[in-house]
């Protein structure tokens, strides 16, 4: 299998993508909240760019009858008539379960947008990492890590996330690594302590700053979470 | 000063380095036969893409009255009608003292097309690290260590390269490190041997396999020579 990385949506070569797995990181903070989201019983994530299409989505699902909650960020804060910041610990089952999650996410949607000539989308992060590895294996088609990134910069985050799961890939066999796949792999293996490695980052910087440190400890734990959110490419929503 | 690394010449936003310090690795081997030859004496490097207009450089080089040598490879072997290979260890003293030199390299050249509007255009490698981390302070400008890479792709060399001298550069002072820029150098500082890190990488392999055992050795080596080459943006060649 050839695993490929892909350190920032920018760099994305649409057609590269064609006949892949691909496995969209944003783990500060966005995959984990449509991870947990899911794992608490969400029926189904929609991830959209703008607060203006989230408002509409929600109105037109809302006409079907359908129960709808709006999550997300804009510097890292709440979004005015929004039920949930992007904090996954307020993504709990008392309130998701059974519920359509409408979020808004810059990098992360950005990077689905940029991956659909892919054949498998998942969404991962660190609290789902063996999940969406055992899932890459299942598929065994070759595959790319895409990191999200920040504002089209790379991620250190990402990148170590990544490296991760590159790594429980690589345990039981020899994989066909790209130069830039084995770096994350090695990056990994040389800061298997995730927080000492992320912590000059700027991203994780900011949201120190920002006072979430708890979620950044919830983010940065390895595998507490099974399920593997796949991006459905016709109803254009992840379910898992 | 703010510290960037672009991994490959296929990423390089040209507005984006206006007024910076740029630094051209491609390490294995075409910045570290320009920094031996320029070592050696040759009086300039003028950095080509192709055969045909290294050989129409020359012939008009030579209407001029100038002795010009050729080197380079493709696919990483001698040129026909070609004075040198890619090999740094052929460019010596006696043979290059007060030439010119031709050499055409695709990665390299081509990054090197791509930095015109840097206010600074050096040229580095392992072997004189140091030398270019002096100058890079020197100048005193934001610095951007872009990676020639090998076809548009992430090389393990140049990028624990550039973790080299970004190390060095923050050793008296901490400087404004991108994350790309801090994963460098935490690369380095965790693989301090540069062959035991790169030894999986697919460029070193290809050279491996071609018997350039001593190639890939003398390139490896840290701070071997003090000279700094940068390209003359006017005279479209290299000089210390």
């Known amino acids: 299998m050839k695993v490929d990385v892909i350190i920032s949506a920018d760099y994305i070569n649409e057609d590269y993508l064609e006949g892949k797995t691909v496995v969209v990181i944003d783990m500060l903070r966005a995959t984990s909240v449509i991870?947990?989201?899911?794992?608490?019983?969400?029926?189904?994530?929609?991830?959209?760019?703008?607060?203006?299409?989230?408002?509409?989505?929600?109105?037109?699902?809302?006409?079907?009858?359908?129960?709808?909650?709006?999550?997300?960020?804009?510097?890292?804060?709440?979004?005015?008539?929004?039920?949930?910041?992007?904090s996954p610990l307020e993504y709990t089952e008392s309130k998701v379960k059974d519920k359509n999650i409408i979020i808004t996410t810059t990098n992360g949607t950005r990077a689905i947008a940029l991956s659909l000539n892919a054949e498998s989308i998942l969404v991962g992060a660190m609290i789902n990492a063996k999940a969406i590895v055992n899932k890459v294996k299942e598929i065994n088609k070759d595959v790319v890590f895409i990191n999200a990134?920040?504002?089209?910069?790379?991620?250190?985050?990402?990148?170590?996330?990544?490296?991760?799961m590159i790594n429980i890939l690589s345990e039981e066999k020899e994989q066909d690594l790209t130069d830039i796949a084995r770096t994350a792999m090695i990056t990994y293996k040389s800061n298997p302590n995730i927080i000492s490695y992320i912590k000059d980052a700027r991203h994780y910087n900011i949201l120190k700053n920002l006072n979430l440190q708890n979620d950044l400890g919830y983010c940065c734990k390895k595998d507490i979470i099974e399920v593997v959110p796949k991006y459905d490419k016709d109803k254009k929503c992840i379910v898992i």
């Open 35 to 86: 991870t947990t989201a899911l794992a608490n019983g969400a029926k189904k994530v929609i991830p959209l760019l703008t607060v203006e299409e989230a408002f509409d989505m929600k109105e037109k699902l809302n006409g079907l009858g359908e129960e709808v909650l709006l999550g997300g960020e804009r510097r890292a804060l709440k979004i005015e008539g929004f039920d949930f910041t992007n």
């Open 149 to 164: 990134g920040t504002n089209g910069e790379f991620s250190m985050d990402d990148f170590i996330c990544s490296g991760y």
